[in-house]
């Protein structure tokens, strides 16, 4: 959510900050500014809606010279999206500029203080409230006077900072926000996200918990709470530029689904070794594995959907008591944990609030937790006991696709090894689930081959305005993410019911022509979701199926049957969910919408 870019070196800052923030677009915003000093004064250009129009405004950098400067792409939390409440914000005098991610929590009563204190607010902004306390801080020592804000203010923030007075540099804070720091022969820049200064530099720093940068054309310095100089190592990113580009197909999430068996592929085979599994990131023995008795999955969205399978693979193939919470919910529940239990945490940024506090919960419970994240020094990267990544590469399109998926492998892997070291599956069952997953990257790009299929369909229920996803055990799983997909980008109300459920209220909704679309490929499961079909399709349901190779004798029931290859019953997801992605998809397109970067939705959710 919303983005940071600034940039103070040899070239022009403007263009640079734009570019900069066209790479940002995915975390989503409704408007977008630049401030740049000129030599004599910090002017400022903001203007709603797409980063285009402010492009276009400043004919891409052109009228704003300058080789300081920041920038920011702002998704509205605080006052209506407008020009006065676009960043950057400035003090009274102009003196002082700042962007802003994150939520000031205290900001009604600084705000309170500042104004009996003569101060004039212009927007209705959170932000505006650090750059004027700046101004009333200000001791010509900016290190000093960013110090004690940052002591003074609360909630979850990352800032950029310039002083007219002091034009020879940025200043970047960062607290439970994400923020980076790259130096380049060209300068210094602080983002967001890697992305947006990739082109530049390759090496990076993560600012930490309460950390400030200092950024010059030919430095970069770092200071703890108390204004102490701190050493910091930079991280290497190992993706390249293009990966974070659309490469030819109208949008990224089309791409990314194209990248899922890479993603996938990736993910898995480094950690099969020899018919064995090899998690060298889990930092546990065998005989610790053995003593867990409950594992605790907490994550977010689509992220926690990946945690729904994991329970019921976990608790079938090993027989391990999981449960699930959605991070949001753990963190105010007091949860019941145990010091000998695992946590696991799944995100695809590493720097999502709730997921991020609930791994702080779980270490003041004594818990040891693993990271199950795709960015490399992000926040629970840096606070879990344990990272296994996920090599997915750049996610871009604000609802996740490769990135879901290489959750699930993930999982899977941790669920072979604890089930194996537990003694609930032999060698021969190993090596059998083994050979399951290689296939699975295949057998993906074999489902990504019949996607003019799934586009067929989805131009007919272009204009849906309810459908309902069923399904039983993994395949209820499958239909939580695949009602996701549809309402996160297409805007269509979309549900997802436990099949059983229908009966308890649901089934009142149904009605001619609505479209329900059921998962089954859990083979034990099959009659009891037929009956269910039939139930929605004698109140004249439009029926959508997914299901395995053979089981034709769901034609007699289901309108439209989508079948995937055969495979384990606990992989089923991976397998199941492509051509629901395609169906969320396609529906976008087809209506027209920005599929990349749904209304009110941002990449990385990191406040509450």
């Not at 205290?106 to 204190?117: A, P, V």
């Not at 999982?411 to 059998?432: M, W």
Request: hydrophobic share 40%; net charge negative.
């Amino acid at each position: 959510m919303c983005g940071i870019v600034g940039f103070i070196g040899k070239e022009q800052a403007a263009p640079i900050i734009l570019e900069g923030l066209a790479k940002l677009e995915y975390r989503g915003y409704d408007s977008a500014g630049v401030a740049v000093y000129d030599g004599e004064s910090i002017k400022v250009e903001k203007a709603m809606g797409r980063l285009k129009v402010l492009e276009e405004m400043t004919h891409y950098g052109s009228t704003l010279p300058g080789t300081i400067g920041i920038g920011h792409t702002r998704w509205a939390t605080h006052g209506q999206p407008s020009n006065i409440n676009a960043h950057p914000h400035l003090n009274a005098k102009g003196t002082i500029s700042v962007v802003h991610n994150g939520i000031i929590e205290n900001y009604l009563q600084l705000k309170n203080r500042l104004i009996r204190h003569g101060y004039e607010f212009q927007s209705e902004t959170d932000t505006e409230v650090v750059a004027q306390m700046l101004d009333y801080y200000y001791s010509g020592d900016p290190l000093e006077d960013i110090v004690k804000v940052l002591h003074r203010i609360e909630g979850s923030f990352s800032l950029g900072i310039i002083f007219s007075e002091q034009p020879d540099a940025i200043y970047a804070v960062r607290k439970s926000s994400p923020l980076i720091v790259g130096k380049s022969a060209e300068g210094s820049f602080i983002a967001s996200d890697v992305p947006a200064i990739l082109k530049y530099t390759r090496k990076v720093y993560y600012l930490g918990e309460n950390e400030v940068a200092k950024l010059t054309c030919d430095d970069v310095t770092f200071y703890d709470a108390d204004g102490e100089q701190i050493e910091k190592e930079p991280v290497e990113i190992k993706w390249d530029a293009e990966a974070a580009e659309k490469g030819g197909y109208e949008h990224f999430m089309l791409k990314e689904i194209y990248e899922e068996p890479k993603a996938v592929r990736e993910t898995l085979m480094p950690r099969i070794k020899d018919d064995r599994i090899e998690i060298e990131e889990l930092k546990l023995t065998d005989e610790e594995i053995r003593k867990i008795p409950k594992i605790h999955i907490v994550a977010c969205g689509s992220a926690y959907h990946t945690g729904v399978t994991a329970k019921y693979v976990f608790e079938g193939m090993g027989r391990i008591p999981v449960d699930v919470d959605i991070a949001s919910e753990f963190r105010y529940r007091d949860p019941l944990l145990s010091e000998e239990d695992l946590v696991i945490v799944i995100s695809q940024s590493g720097e999502t609030a709730d997921t991020l506090e609930a791994l702080r919960i779980a270490h003041k419970k004594g818990c040891k937790v693993l990271g199950i994240i795709n960015v490399l020094g992000s926040s629970i990267s840096r606070e879990a006991d344990m990272v296994m990544y996920t090599w997915a590469g750049p996610e871009i399109s604000v609802a996740t696709t490769k990135a879901y998926s290489a959750q699930l492998a993930a999982l899977y892997l941790l669920a072979l090894k604890f089930s194996y070291v537990k003694g609930a599956i032999s060698d021969q069952e190993l090596a059998a689930y083994i050979d399951d997953l290689k296939r699975l990257p295949d057998q993906i790009e074999l489902l990504l081959g019949g996607k003019e299929r799934i586009q067929r369909f989805a131009n007919r229920y272009v204009a849906a305005k309810d459908v309902f996803f069923i399904g039983r055990g993994i395949d209820y799983a499958i239909s939580l993410e695949g009602s996701l997909k549809l309402k996160e980008i297409s805007y269509v109300h979309s549900e997802a019911y436990a099949a059983g459920e229908l009966k308890h209220g649901t089934i009142s909704l149904i009605e001619e022509g609505t479209l329900v679309a059921a998962v089954l490929t859990q083979k034990d499961l099959y009659q009891k979701t037929m009956s269910n079909i039939v139930e929605v399709k004698a109140r004249g349901a439009f029926v959508l199926a997914v299901t395995n190779e053979g089981n034709t004798e769901i034609e007699k029931n289901a309108d439209y049957v989508i079948y995937i290859p055969e495979t384990n019953k606990y992989f089923a997801n991976s397998l199941a969910i492509i051509p629901l992605q395609l169906f969320g998809y396609y529906v976008s397109v087809g209506k027209g919408y920005d599929v990349d970067h749904p209304r009110n939705l941002a990449k990385s959710v990191t406040v509450e």
